[in-house]
């Protein structure tokens, strides 16, 4: 008898919760084989290539060792030594959702690579699956849901998002956060509760999801509000209205800790964006129609063509953000789905109001992800992008709505094959859907790219080496993928990084300027800043002096930094853009803000008395120029064009941070020259020589 009632329990258990079972079996295994071999073995692979996940995954790492959560700026002295690198605590906030489970799985797997494959996998499957429960709730189909789901989870989109930002496969609160909004509309007691569930969640994965939840709760109202207002129902509207405040209110409220946070950490954010962001952004990753019809570059059954296609048409975005192709099947089943939806409007009302919704979140989202203007027949129309951009300049990247364009699409398509099931029949039925199902996979198939996360031997041999930080060359920005895979290596090769400081720093200067190792002056400086180690990528061999071979291994070649450590150098730092060369070999560098420094670095063990004498250019109009040991004045002079300067500084050993101050607000180049160009800029310093008694000059470019 027990066992009778363990199986009658078990039976009971398998029929109210095997269906959304089922479907999660169906997305877990779907995700295990988009992403082998990360299942088999996540600490030894990683999916994507070195990039924005390297970047993500040594992040982990300087939090793990410095004992941090996402919050902490703390400053890391792995990245841009000798100065650090401070943590970008400041904006994690809006993304601690995953940021803190990543750095959960770091703790619990010791690992952060197999932590970064391990929540990666997980969203692959959360987000599938909470794109079933909203499909089949609005068709009323196992098979409707089962293929939204997949067309939601495994599109392009998210899987060359997978290849870099795992917070774009996390996309799971979105579609619950329309089935309470749905729910609600429905009179369902779970409605409110898992609407304002999904949009705490959401607007704390990362910083663009309060625009996904802004549009989603845009289209809401849309739809909630205007039958009820056009045909002037009070009630019905008065009703509505109290649906729009207290959705608002809900979203408005779990923003505020965010706001306070961001506004508090103003200067923070802004220093951690410097140079990321520009005006014509909301153009460049804007979307463009043929991008949202045309299949994947990597489609393995029509990249023939659709990659050329594709290639000649990236208007200065790149491949992962315009990935926008929502399958023609989907597209299909979707006209299917609102057709039937219109048809059947007065006999199946949720299901006709769920259908508008979804219509409305596709307009919506559609509109929204569009360049900042538009010209139709020669007409500039700005779109929303424009009047949001002007609020919050954060977002760039509008394209990224097509996680809430998608949302509509597949709930559309859900109805179009919960439609077709009923048609064919019990029979029939399942085997149309599964060859729906199958098609749609094929339809949105990507080939998927990963690479070992073990190290190249070079790194072992620069492991074997005495301490002392090192640099890689070719020395490229902070923000290219190339860095962040350097950095990636930094625990397998032992040695801090000197390569990786910030436009806007100190250490940003310093790399712009030793960029280029045959420089005269580049071995004395690295040696200067405690760099012992140079590590050449694909670039040859480095002229003798001053760089010593230590030798050659898959991945590069290891020199030792032989030169004698510069005694005095000086370079503009905080306040200024990147270096930019010149002609005759230095570099020039604008002054972007009314005030900035000049770091000195004396290495000559005393304290010792300098002139320091650069040449200082103005853009357009004529300025003060101050430079000031702290309220000590050493130079006022007027620049009204290319001035030669000189003043005398008493600098102890160390670094020192001279102040620069100028009287005018730096001007935008592009309002002067009629150009997009955003850049603001006052002053431009040449190269800074130093002399003194006893003392070799120098000059740092």
Request: contains cysteine; charged residues 15%.
């Amino acid at each position: 008898m027990s066992d009778a009632r363990h199986q009658g329990a078990a039976r009971a258990l398998l029929e109210r919760h095997g269906l959304w079972l089922a479907a999660l079996a169906i997305f877990a295994a779907v995700a295990i084989v988009i992403t082998r071999p990360l299942a088999r073995d996540p600490s030894a692979t990683v999916f994507g290539t070195p990039g924005d996940a390297t970047g993500q995954i040594t992040l982990i790492e300087y939090r793990a060792e410095l004992g941090v959560g996402p919050l902490s700026s703390r400053t890391t002295p792995e990245e841009s030594a000798p100065f650090g690198l401070p943590l970008p605590g400041a904006t994690a906030l809006p993304q601690v959702a995953v940021e803190e489970p990543l750095q959960l799985a770091r703790s619990v797997l010791g690992d952060a690579v197999a932590a970064y494959g391990v929540v990666l996998l997980l969203g692959l499957v959360l987000t599938p699956l909470a794109a079933y429960l909203l499909c089949r709730h609005v068709s009323g189909s196992w098979w409707g849901g089962v293929v939204g789901g997949l067309a939601y989870g495994f599109n392009p989109w998210v899987i060359e998002q997978a290849h870099g930002h795992v917070h774009f496969v996390h996309l799971w609160p979105l579609p619950l956060l329309v089935l309470g909004l749905i729910g609600v509309r429905e009179g369902r007691r779970w409605g409110w509760p898992l609407y304002a569930a999904a949009t705490l969640v959401a607007l704390y994965v990362h910083t663009y999801f309060t625009l996904f939840v802004g549009a989603l709760i845009a289209a809401f109202l849309i739809v909630d509000l205007v039958g009820p207002l056009v045909a002037r129902r009070r009630r019905l509207a008065l009703a509505a209205l109290r649906r729009a405040g207290l959705a608002v209110g809900i979203a408005v409220a779990a923003l505020i800790p965010q706001a306070i946070w961001l506004q508090t950490h103003r200067d923070r954010i802004d220093a951690a964006l410097a140079g990321t962001r520009s005006p014509t952004d909301t153009t460049t990753y804007g979307s463009r129609w043929f991008e949202w019809i045309v299949p994947s570059y990597r489609n393995p059954y029509f990249d023939e063509w659709t990659a050329p296609y594709r290639a000649a048409r990236l208007h200065g975005s790149n491949f992962a953000e315009t990935s926008l192709y929502v399958g023609l099947v989907v597209l299909a089943l979707a006209l299917l789905g609102a057709t039937v939806a219109v048809l059947a409007r007065r006999a199946e009302r949720p299901r006709a109001r769920a259908a508008a919704l979804a219509g409305a979140i596709v307009v919506v989202g559609l509109i929204t992800s569009l360049p900042r203007m538009i010209h139709p027949l020669g007409i500039g129309v700005p779109m929303p992008s424009y009047a949001i951009s002007k609020v919050v300049d954060e977002w760039r990247v509008y394209a990224r709505l097509f996680a809430v364009v998608e949302i509509g699409m597949v709930v559309l398509a859900a109805i179009g094959v919960a439609w077709i099931v009923a048609r064919l029949g019990r029979r029939a039925g399942p085997i149309a859907a599964l060859a729906l199902a199958a098609l749609t996979l094929v339809d949105l198939a990507v080939d998927s790219v990963h690479f070992p996360s073990g190290a190249p031997p070079v790194y072992a041999l620069l492991a074997e080496q005495p301490p002392g930080a090192r640099v890689e060359y070719p020395l490229v920005p902070p923000v290219e993928g190339r860095h962040l895979g350097y950095i990636f290596y930094t625990e397998a090769a032992g040695r801090p990084l000197m390569n990786g400081g910030k436009p806007g720093t100190v250490g940003g200067a310093v790399d712009g300027r030793l960029a280029d190792p045959t420089r005269p002056w580049v071995a004395p400086a690295l040696a200067a800043l405690g760099v012992r180690y140079a590590l050449l990528h694909d670039l040859g061999t480095l002229p003798a002096p001053g760089f010593r071979p230590i030798g050659t291994r898959p991945g590069g070649t290891v020199y030792r930094v032989a030169a004698a450590a510069a005694p005095l150098m000086a370079v503009p730092g905080d306040g200024f853009g990147v270096p930019e060369p010149r002609p005759d070999g230095g570099y020039d560098q604008w002054l972007e803000r009314q005030t900035g420094t000049i770091a000195v670095f004396n290495r000559t063990g005393r304290t010792s008395r300098v002139r320091l004498s650069t040449t200082v250019g103005t853009f357009i109009a004529a300025r003060d120029l101050v430079v000031r040991d702290r309220d000590r004045v050493l130079l006022r002079r007027r620049i009204a064009g290319p001035t030669h300067v000189a003043f005398d500084v008493t600098v102890p050993p160390g670094e020192t941070r001279l102040a620069v101050e100028t009287d005018r607000p730096p001007t935008r180049i592009g309002a002067v020259l009629g150009t997009p160009e955003a850049r603001r800029v006052a002053l431009r310093f040449a190269g800074i020589g130093a002399d003194g008694p006893g003392t070799p000059p120098f000059v740092l470019g």
